[in-house]
């Protein structure tokens, strides 16, 4: 069975033309053949995904889907809590963790009717990876092993580009989605602060932690955000707005929309490599053909952006986890150490400065955008580096592209761009105003329809 | 220039923390103290007493 997307799926699981215990078998098999190479379930549950499978169909059969996710095989980053399944944030300290309710982002994709394949690896705590000192190896990058997926949704990007899963639950603080869609060439998105509740999930840091969609295409992921979306009291930095219908400009075209470029993020402030700089002007030009006004926008430096979030990051980090940091602090991976015992060299008043300087380059994005209606970077500077090159304080290695955009809360997806020389994914970023996901998606989901990237999956599979 | 880490200052920072770090988790945490600095320089601006926080926040209805 070639491996459908989310969309094709539902319309074939609607049309009696697969049912849902096919679609998950075929996913078992390729989660049997190629998850010992990967790590990117640290516990499949596949009786859960038969069961599951079996109770979609007899409830399609009976009434039809209850809607597009109905039936589809799906993951959830092991920091999201999962009733009577082992949840362990990829750490010892957890190792035996059971929690007694879902995450309310799981219990709304079981509502929907999904069929959970498993527990997809993270970094421990979604930080710090890869390590190889937790509790289970990191995951790796389907199109070549030897590299690294990002993270810390790793398993979610390596699952997803395998076709173990047709899409996935993954977190974003920093670029969590983002930065594992990149580097796995597949789709995700960092929705709007507040806008996916994140009750049930494991705290990175408070005010910049999100839950988003991972899938193979943009369409997918507004498919799967339509189902996560809404209010939920448990989570107090929960949007209280009507939930819109994320695919109603798909299909749309992109004539008038109006696209910024934030150029000098990627050419002047941290220059990606040359085939991503390419791949990004041959998105814009993809975009002009398509009708759409482009413009440059200037910011204040990555940089900027970069310590913003990374020292708030830094901060909240280290007083969710301050308690077992005091107590067991040997039981972390020692690249959560190392964030953590950051933590004791940021001061209050150095917190506050960011906190200020964050609202300063919220308003400065606000500013730029009032004419627009997305803005464009890099995801990623390159093609994925090898899993055992990545810097030990990897903070301070480079600045982040996808940070600005925790640090604005505004809405990011990263899509992928083509290929680079090594034959792994490049990535490009789209950014939307606050609670316009819609838009992102109109853009992302032109991109790909107008482009041949999403027709190559991994060799891995096919072998 | 950034101001020096001494093992004193360290020493404190450590223990205002309640962290209990070896020797060599110390040396490694001295060879980030001027990255740190840097990114610490990089939040502070001209703005002046009066620039608010990003989590200032106003009442809903909720809290009525």
């Not at chain 1, 977190?171 to 806008?195: E, V």
């Not at chain 1, 316009?436 to 853009?443: L, R």
Request: glycine letters at 8%.
């Amino acid at each position: 069975m070639t491996i459908p997307t989310l969309a094709e799926a539902a319309a074939l699981i609607a049309a009696k033309k697969i049912s849902p215990v096919e679609l998950t078998q075929a996913c078992l098999e390729r989660m049997a053949a190629m998850n010992g190479a990967l790590n990117a379930f640290i516990l499949p549950t596949e009786e859960r995904a038969l069961a599951d499978a079996k109770a979609a169909e007899a409830a399609i059969m009976k009434d039809g889907p209850i809607g597009p996710l109905h039936g589809i095989p799906m993951g959830l980053k092991d920091i999201v809590d999962t009733a009577g399944i082992r949840t362990t944030c990829q750490s010892k300290l957890l190792a035996d963790n059971i929690p007694d309710t879902d995450a309310t982002c799981a219990a709304k994709l079981a509502a929907a009717g999904t069929v959970l394949m498993g527990k997809l690896t993270t970094h421990e705590f979604a930080d710090g990876g890869p390590s190889f000192d937790v509790v289970a190896p990191p995951a790796r990058n389907p199109w070549n092993t030897d590299h690294f997926t990002a993270g810390s949704s790793s398993g979610t990007g390596a699952a997803v580009a395998a076709g173990m899963i047709l899409c996935g639950i993954g977190t974003d603080t920093g670029g969590s989605i983002r930065g594992p869609a990149a580097l796995c060439g597949i789709a995700g998105i960092k929705p709007t602060y507040g806008l996916v509740s994140r009750a049930g999930v494991a705290p990175a840091a408070f005010s910049l932690d999100t839950i988003g969609p991972m899938a193979w295409t943009a369409e997918d992921c507004a498919l799967m955000l339509q189902v996560l979306a809404g209010h939920d009291p448990k989570d107090p930095a929960s949007a209280d707005r009507p939930v819109p219908d994320y695919t109603a400009l798909l299909g749309k075209g992109l004539k008038g929309v109006r696209i910024g470029v934030i150029r000098h993020f990627h050419e002047e402030d941290s220059p990606v490599s040359q085939p991503v700089l390419g791949g990004i002007a041959d998105a814009v030009s993809v975009f002009r053909e398509m009708g759409a006004a482009i413009s440059d926008v200037t910011l204040s430096p990555l940089q900027d952006w970069h310590a913003a979030g990374s020292l708030i990051s830094m901060t909240e980090r280290a007083a969710a986890y301050e308690e077992w940091a005091r107590t067991r602090l040997d039981a972390f991976g020692e690249r959560v150490q190392r964030r953590l015992m950051l933590g004791a060299l940021v001061s209050g008043v150095d917190y506050v400065q960011a906190v200020r300087r964050r609202r300063e380059l919220r308003d400065e994005l606000r500013n730029a955008m009032r004419n627009l209606d997305v803005v464009l970077t890099a995801a990623a500077p390159g093609e994925a580096p090898k899993i055992d090159a990545i810097a030990r304080w990897d903070v301070f290695a480079a600045p982040s592209f996808t940070i600005p955009f925790n640090v604005s809360g505004y809405p990011a997806m990263s899509v992928c761009s083509g290929f680079g020389p090594s034959g792994l994914p490049l990535s490009l970023q789209i950014v939307g105003k606050p609670f316009q996901e819609a838009t992102v998606f109109q853009v992302a989901d032109a991109f790909e329809k107008g482009t041949a990237f999403r027709g190559k999956r991994p060799a891995m599979i096919a072998a | 220039m950034p101001p020096t880490l001494t093992d004193e200052a360290l020493d404190y920072l450590i223990a205002s923390a309640g962290l209990t770090l070896d020797a060599a988790q110390k040396a490694d945490i001295k060879t980030i103290h001027e990255s740190l600095t840097a990114m610490k320089a990089r939040v502070r601006q001209k703005r002046g007493h009066m620039a608010e926080l990003a989590h200032s926040f106003g009442f809903t209805a909720e809290d009525l």
